[in-house]
């Protein structure tokens, strides 16, 4: 069974800028989590979604978006990069949000 | 003050020692979970529990909801044991408990 996967790898963006970040859940998961990994701050929720609505949502700016397709793929988008947004950036996908998370490997984002 | 505090930050052990790491929270929870980072890896999920223990070859979680206190034991300690642990708590507040917030982590290096 294939496991979370998150596309691209790594990315370097330029300030001012947008991206997006895809997240391809395991196959039957309707829950897609995503957080912020920052040496600084640690791991920092971001958003739920399940079933193509977000559920929850962490102290992020309105830069910071997303959404949940028919598939439960997801993708976040964050817009007019800042330095501070370079970061590791995780999804997580599990059967309903209330059971255990699996990991994707991450997007590296690094903004100059 | 975090919603979430764990301790130790550092913890060095001899091979074959048994290490525990411990897990405060402030909040009401609905599940608390167990991560594990090795560097430069991504994080696999140990533990989700949300009353009692749980066992997993050599690593054993519990949980005392009444103290708001959880803690990760690993018991005859190898070097591949070396990484970062994560706590997150997954909230039960304002009726939404798809948000988790995260302890700062514990670094654990097992020196053979």
């Known amino acids: 069974k294939a496991g979370v996967t998150q596309t691209p790898r790594y990315l370097i963006k330029t300030r001012g800028q947008q991206v997006t970040l895809s997240c391809s859940p395991i196959s039957g998961h309707r829950s897609v989590s995503w957080y912020q990994q920052t040496p600084g701050q640690g791991l920092q929720f971001l958003f739920e979604?399940?079933?193509?609505?977000?559920?929850n949502k962490g102290n992020f700016p309105g830069r910071f978006s997303g959404r949940q397709f028919s598939n439960s793929r997801s993708e976040m988008n964050v817009s007019t990069l800042e330095l501070g947004d370079s970061a590791l950036y995780l999804c997580?996908?599990?059967?309903?949000?209330?059971?255990?998370?699996?990991f994707g490997n991450g997007t590296r984002l690094t903004v100059t | 003050k975090n919603e979430v505090e764990q301790s130790p930050q550092n913890l060095t052990a001899q091979e074959g020692e048994f290490i525990t790491i411990n897990c405060s929270y402030s909040v009401g929870i609905s599940a608390l979970h167990w991560l594990q980072q090795h560097p430069g890896g991504g994080i696999v999920s140990l533990f989700m529990l949300s009353s009692g223990k749980k066992k997993h070859g050599r690593l054993i979680a519990t949980i005392n909801i009444q103290e708001k206190h959880s803690s990760l034991h690993i018991t005859a300690s190898h070097p591949r044991d070396s990484a970062v642990y994560i706590c997150?708590?997954?909230?039960?507040?304002?009726?939404?408990?798809?948000?988790?917030?995260f302890g700062k982590g514990t670094l654990l290096t097992v020196n053979p």
């Open positions: 979604y399940f079933s193509e609505t977000q559920r």
């Open positions: 997580a996908s599990s059967w309903t949000g209330t059971s255990p998370l699996h």
């Open positions: 997150a708590a997954q909230l039960n507040s304002g009726g939404s408990n798809y948000k988790l917030t």
